[in-house]
């Protein structure tokens, strides 16, 4: 099975979106990672879940775990105005990969290997058409396990 097969829609969100918004529609939908676009509609970058609630906690809880036990709901409402007025590309943690992407040939075991590359849960199917590039959809590791293994 080729990529443009396994493609399905996935929302995705631009580098201008409100952060909060974003995150809001990663916790909604239940998303894997965040698939942003910049104003083109190109593929800017894909976030997996874990790093962007690695970005909502501060550096002195991750430096100091035990800290977390004492965070009240005071400082959970401090954190989220942390992220208030960012826009999706200030709030992003700044060390940014190009985005994993493949063309609509690529083989699943293409994309598997891309993913396991990457680290990452999802990846971007794109088109290319001289100097235009087209997001055709995206491939989420739930999906592809499920073709991998058979699984309907």
Do not use: C
């Amino acid at each position: 099975m080729r990529a443009r097969d396994l493609a399905e829609p996935y929302p995705s969100v631009s580098t201008d979106d409100d952060a909060v918004d974003a995150l809001r529609l990663l916790a909604e939908r239940k998303l894997p990672a965040l698939l942003v676009v910049d104003r083109d509609g190109q593929p800017w970058a894909i976030v997996p879940g874990s790093q962007l609630v690695r970005q909502l906690v501060p550096d002195y809880v991750q430096q100091d775990p035990l800290l977390a036990s004492v965070i009240t709901d005071r400082s959970l409402d401090e954190v989220h105005e942390a992220v208030v007025g960012q826009s999706v590309a200030e709030w992003l943690p700044r060390r940014r990969f190009t985005p994993p992407f493949v063309g609509p040939d690529a083989s699943a075991m293409n994309v598997a290997a891309l993913m396991a590359r990457t680290h990452t849960p999802l990846v971007a199917v794109i088109e290319r058409d001289g100097d235009q590039v087209r997001l055709l959809g995206a491939i989420t590791a739930a999906r592809l396990v499920e073709q991998l293994i058979g699984a309907s």
